[in-house]
């Protein structure tokens, strides 16, 4: 791509450059595309996830919104392999639900919850780009939908179990690989490849043509996000020629053996680059004590 119509890739950006209110408009515009309503920003929540240090290149960027109903949106996103992602999926969603019900409130106040993952690691398989997660009652024997009665504003009406549990949205970044044409599709390419068309109409993209090109960087930022793009393809590389590895020594000796093996040799590597041991961890699912002691 040329260097004039290219643009800054959306998890550095969500990091180092979108976190004031003034460009909010751009992670709206997602949120809006992928629950097809508008949505407002309420913060980019503060972690040990978002500290800007070196080694922090590949840890997760979390933001809340909320919805006209006031119903709340949860997005992260997430650069490494996690082994017990869903697991920490839902323990944000339940941590959400709770931080919002104070004591002695009846349960009515209770929120409904969207958790939406970007991910750009293989989370596992599956052919699609885009899942999404509800919850249904269904009949053992009946096969029916259970529907339940709700009291609002004074008149009971029914509901269904999905319109009150949380829902749940995986963007697999990396098996995007169709031609943009809705507003969704231009965000994944996006997201994927840095791509935003020029006569965009999708929702927050316009944003990022004005904000996110790479030469309005610095020279110090444009380096600082080279070296970034550098650190994603060689960790990818790492774990590719590991995955391959794995695969072929597990044919001969065993598949447990040959991935251990595998991610014993992409450990080695990535402790080699400078990469924490944490975030090691995260990618190979050693132990730090397993990683300290290569």
């Given at each position: 791509?040329?260097?004039?119509?290219?643009?800054?890739?959306?998890?550095?950006?969500?990091k180092r450059?979108?976190?004031?209110?003034?460009?909010?408009?751009?992670?709206?515009?997602?949120?809006?595309?992928?629950?097809?309503?508008?949505?407002?920003?309420?913060?980019?929540?503060?972690?040990?996830?978002?500290?800007?240090?070196?080694?922090?290149?590949?840890?997760?960027?979390?933001?809340?919104?909320?919805?006209?109903?006031?119903?709340?949106?949860?997005?992260?996103?997430?650069?490494?392999?996690?082994?017990?992602?869903?697991?920490?999926?839902?323990?944000?969603?339940?941590?959400?639900?709770?931080?919002?019900?104070?004591?002695g409130e009846?349960?009515?106040?209770?929120?409904?919850?969207?958790?939406?993952?970007?991910?750009?690691?293989?989370?596992?398989?599956?052919?699609?780009?885009?899942?999404?997660?509800?919850?249904?009652?269904?009949?053992?024997?009946?096969?029916?939908?259970?529907?339940?009665?709700?009291?609002?504003?004074?008149?009971?009406?029914?509901?269904?179990?999905?319109?009150?549990?949380?829902?749940?949205?995986?963007?697999?970044?990396?098996?995007?690989?169709?031609?943009?044409?809705?507003?969704?599709?231009?965000?994944?390419?996006?997201?994927?490849?840095?791509?935003?068309?020029?006569?965009?109409?999708?929702?927050?993209?316009?944003?990022?043509?004005?904000?996110?090109?790479?030469?309005?960087?610095?020279?110090?930022?444009?380096?600082?996000?080279?070296?970034?793009?550098?650190?994603?393809?060689?960790?990818?590389?790492?774990?590719?020629?590991?995955?391959?590895?794995?695969?072929?020594?597990?044919?001969?000796?065993g598949k447990?053996?040959?991935?251990?093996?595998?991610?014993?040799?992409?450990?080695?590597?990535?402790?080699?680059?400078?990469?924490?041991?944490?975030?090691?961890?995260?990618?190979?699912?050693?132990?730090?004590?397993?990683?300290?002691?290569?």
């Open positions: 791509m040329e260097e004039y119509n290219k643009y800054v890739r959306f998890d550095w950006a969500a450059m979108l976190r004031d209110k003034a460009n909010f408009g751009v992670f709206e515009g997602l949120i809006t595309v992928l629950l097809n309503e508008p949505v407002h920003i309420v913060e980019i929540l503060e972690s040990e996830a978002n500290q800007e240090q070196q080694d922090d290149k590949f840890n997760r960027v979390d933001i809340k919104a909320k919805n006209s109903k006031d119903e709340i949106i949860i997005v992260e996103i997430q650069l490494t392999r996690e082994l017990y992602y869903l697991e920490r999926v839902l323990y944000g969603v339940a941590k959400a639900i709770t931080e919002h019900i104070s004591l009846k349960y009515d106040k209770v929120k409904k919850v969207y958790s939406i993952s970007i991910l750009y690691f293989d989370l596992g398989k599956g052919a699609d780009y885009l899942y999404h997660g509800t919850t249904s009652f269904t009949g053992v024997h009946t096969n029916d939908t259970l529907q339940i009665n709700s009291r609002d504003r004074e008149l009971i009406r029914m509901k269904t179990p999905e319109q009150i549990f949380p829902e749940y949205f995986l963007i697999r970044v990396n098996e995007f690989d169709k031609v943009a044409r809705t507003p969704l599709e231009e965000w994944l390419d996006y997201l994927k490849n840095g791509h935003i068309k020029e006569d965009t109409t999708a929702p927050g993209l316009r944003e990022a043509r004005e904000k996110l090109q790479y030469l309005m960087m610095s020279k110090a930022e444009r380096q600082a996000y080279d070296r970034h793009i550098d650190d994603i393809m060689v960790q990818n590389d790492v774990l590719d020629t590991a995955k391959r590895e794995g695969l072929a020594e597990g044919l001969a000796i447990a053996e040959g991935r251990a093996e595998s991610m014993a040799e992409a450990a080695r590597k990535l402790k080699l680059l400078g990469t924490p041991a944490q975030v090691i961890s995260q990618v190979t699912g050693l132990s730090v004590d397993e990683i300290a002691a290569l």
